[in-house]
């Protein structure tokens, strides 16, 4: 399999921020993306890394460590509607994006 | 960002009969395009990519036969669930690859929702 592991749920309080982290495995490594997906809705691209360090959009960041196939969605100033499954999806060389099974997080009041 | 359009949204078909899924980019031209299949509280899993030109490739434990994908121009891409049967049912997404992107990402579409009775 692909390796790629993150948390299954989270709940964080709005307005707040929250981390959520995602381990995969290295070998033939060729980027990786962070998309979020509502219930009953298809993914919605959030961010992409390819090289070490953090990327920074809005409220939302994304950081990645190659050497240690290690990578984190930091989300800011949390709203309700953020709340949604947040899918670390590793791409290999041959251009295939591989998807962990998501983090599912809870923003309440 | 890219726009990448599904048709059918959802279906409903009885056992045994076939159902294409339309899949198109809309502003963008894609040579490749995927197709996934996720079931409830599951992740995304990846079935095919698909080749504009050329045969499909599938995933292990996929059956070409039974899943066929034809990807004829470089803005649609086809897949036909061929004698379905209840356990197909799922909520088949397909993506896009925008190579024309700095970042070459995949945009999906809205998904169909497949019940087979």
């Known amino acids: 399999g692909q390796n790629i592991d993150q948390p299954t749920e989270m709940t964080a309080t709005e307005g707040a921020i929250v981390q959520i982290n995602c381990t995969y495995q290295t070998s033939g490594f060729n980027g990786l993306f962070w998309y979020q997906q509502h219930a009953g809705e298809a993914p919605t691209f959030l961010s992409y890394?390819?090289?070490?360090g953090l990327e920074e959009k809005g409220r939302f960041s994304s950081f990645l460590s190659r050497s240690k196939g290690y990578s984190y969605l930091l989300l800011k100033e949390l709203q309700m509607k953020d709340s949604a499954s947040y899918l670390c999806a590793r791409r290999t060389g041959a251009n295939n994006l591989f998807f962990g099974t998501g983090t599912r997080l809870t923003v309440i009041p | 960002g890219a726009v990448v359009s599904q048709h059918p949204s959802w279906v409903i078909c009885k056992s045994g009969t076939s159902v294409k899924i339309e899949c198109r980019s809309l502003?963008?031209?894609?040579?490749?395009m995927f197709w996934y299949r996720q079931f409830p509280k599951q992740s995304l899993m990846l079935m095919a990519t698909?080749?504009?030109?050329?045969?499909?490739?599938?995933e292990q434990g996929v059956e070409k036969d039974k899943f066929l994908i034809n990807h004829a121009s470089l803005t649609l891409s086809t897949l036909t669930v061929t004698s379905a049967h209840p356990e197909d049912s799922s909520f088949y997404i397909c993506?896009?690859?925008?190579?024309?992107?700095?970042?070459?990402?995949?945009?999906f579409g809205p998904g169909t929702r497949l019940t087979v009775l």
């Open positions: 502003d963008f031209q894609a040579t490749t």
């Open positions: 698909s080749n504009e030109g050329s045969k499909a490739t599938y």
């Open positions: 993506s896009a690859r925008d190579q024309a992107s700095g970042t070459d990402t995949q945009y």
């Open positions: 890394n390819v090289l070490d």
